[in-house]
């Protein structure tokens, strides 16, 4: 019979025998393995480590607890808490793992929040833990979804607080989700253990603490407990649909997603082959568009995880969904970037650096026949060969042949210039390079890392253009300039 996470412990039970069995139940841990343990001194997160500890020394789960305490040092009295579970892991025999931020350093949740979990992580490391475990209960889950509810959110935001979740190599647990909190101070009583409370969680301007203190303790009697439990059982059938929708959306990338890019894509023909890949996914774009809509969230948030983006908000699906209907590009929250094709569309969570010698590796370089212009960090090499006669003109977009004429000028290899002009065969006047290579439905990210090739620092060819008017090859050209871009391997 599967656990209800709201489900009271059976009259005469123990707290430690229900964790043990919800842990099974949702299959919280391997077995054999260190567990770090989030201890703030607060009831839930010390009745956390406790019960592990039991659960541990009864041979009920084989696991080894190792705390884990962060000062923030952003209210009086914080160092208190650390001497608190110092003692607490002294005395169960625990190793303690604790942290501080510099006074003053924190200014307010969002980089609390950010110093604990990174503080979290180097613990986890140092402990040789993969989990990570937190004392988060069934009143938490009830204050989450309903204010995410207030705010706004769809399935994935009701399913509130996973009992676990894999992100960036750790698995994050919370064992006591079953459990109210009033239920959790009173087996910590029952036991004649102490705790320390945090009087900032008594702060009404803040949003939680006000659903705590002021809506759920001002529900009638024959609401509260009940009602916050009945919150919590919501979460759990929103978490068991939302588990089904994204095994279902992995099915659906697996169809959809094109990694690298397709030869047939600007992308696939003219981003440099080393970046193909990192910090990109590309999909179909008609069998995105054709998505049942309960699948476009959870197919979103793998497809970012494939690029290393976060979890999109019901905001990123909002924008791409206005991006693909409008036919643009977009800059997405999290700075990610939506790139637009004709068949495919591109996320992209890498971010672009500002200064092109950053991002190429390297600084302008002149070449003459014969040459082979590395560019390492781009994973591309440029060929030039002198052809006499000229061959073929039509090479594909990663190739082109050249006049420079009888007396050759310097020819240099760099990125794009702002100023840069162009005068594409054929047209009767020049227009700007960067509008030649959007007009081919270059995207802009790809424009700014597409290496050009100069005939005295004028513009003559980048990749996916043909070669500038001045340098076209006639009939009467004896000897041209074959140039190709490669993919290089060091291999």
């Not at 002198?386 to 977009?397: H, Q, S, V």
Request: glycine share 10%.
């Amino acid at each position: 019979m599967s656990t209800r996470w709201t489900g009271r412990w059976r009259r005469g039970g123990d707290l430690v025998l229900r964790l043990v069995e919800f842990a099974r139940e949702e299959s919280l841990f391997s077995g054999g393995e260190k567990i770090l343990v989030a201890v703030s001194g607060g009831g839930d997160s010390v009745a956390l480590l406790l019960a592990l500890d039991r659960a541990a020394r009864a041979d009920l789960l084989s696991l080894e607890p190792v705390a884990a305490h962060f000062d923030h040092r952003m209210r009086p009295g914080s160092e208190e808490d650390r001497v608190f579970i110092e003692e607490l892991a002294a005395r169960l025999g625990r190793r303690l793992i604790a942290g501080n931020a510099e006074s003053g350093a924190l200014r307010g949740e969002a980089d609390a929040r950010e110093a604990r979990h990174e503080f979290l992580r180097r613990a986890a490391r140092e402990a040789g833990a993969t989990t990570i475990a937190f004392g988060h209960q069934a009143d938490d889950q009830a204050e989450t979804v309903l204010h995410r509810a207030l705010r706004g959110t769809g399935i994935f935001g009701l399913a509130g607080i996973h009992p676990v979740y894999e992100t960036e190599g750790f698995r994050l647990v919370r064992p006591l989700l079953f459990a109210t909190r009033a239920e959790i101070r009173a087996w910590l009583s029952a036991e004649g253990e102490r705790w320390r409370e945090d009087p900032t969680n008594e702060d009404r301007h803040k949003a939680r603490a006000w659903l705590r203190h002021e809506f759920f303790a001002g529900l009638p009697p024959a609401l509260y407990p009940v009602g916050s439990k009945n919150i919590s059982a919501l979460a759990r059938k929103a978490w068991e649909t939302t588990r089904y929708l994204m095994k279902e959306a992995e099915r659906r990338l697996a169809e959809l997603a094109i990694e690298p890019p397709p030869e047939g894509s600007v992308m696939g023909r003219l981003w440099p082959p080393r970046l193909v890949g990192e910090g990109w996914t590309t999909l179909d774009r008609a069998g995105y568009l054709a998505l049942e809509p309960a699948l476009v969230h959870p197919l979103l948030a793998l497809a970012l995880a494939r690029a290393g983006g976060s979890p999109p908000s019901e905001l990123f699906q909002k924008k791409v969904d206005r991006a693909l209907s409008r036919g643009v590009g977009a800059d997405l929250p999290g700075g990610v970037k939506l790139l637009l094709e004709d068949a495919w569309f591109h996320l992209v969570a890498r971010p672009f650096p500002e200064d092109p010698i950053e991002r190429f590796g390297f600084e302008p370089r002149a070449f003459v026949a014969g040459d082979d212009v590395l560019l390492e960090r781009l994973g591309l090499v440029l060929e030039c060969r002198a052809e006499t006669p000229p061959g073929p003109l039509d090479r594909g977009p990663l190739a082109a042949v050249i006049d420079p004429g009888p007396a050759p000028g310097h020819l240099e290899l760099r990125p794009r210039k702002p100023g840069d002009r162009y005068r594409p065969l054929g047209a009767p006047g020049a227009k700007a390079l960067a509008e030649a290579l959007s007009d081919k439905k270059i995207p802009h990210p790809v424009r700014d890392v597409l290496p050009v090739v100069t005939l005295d620092d004028r513009p003559v060819w980048a990749a996916g253009l043909p070669p500038d008017e001045s340098v076209r090859v006639k009939p009467e050209t004896r000897t041209a300039l074959a140039l190709r871009l490669r993919a290089f391997s060091s291999a």
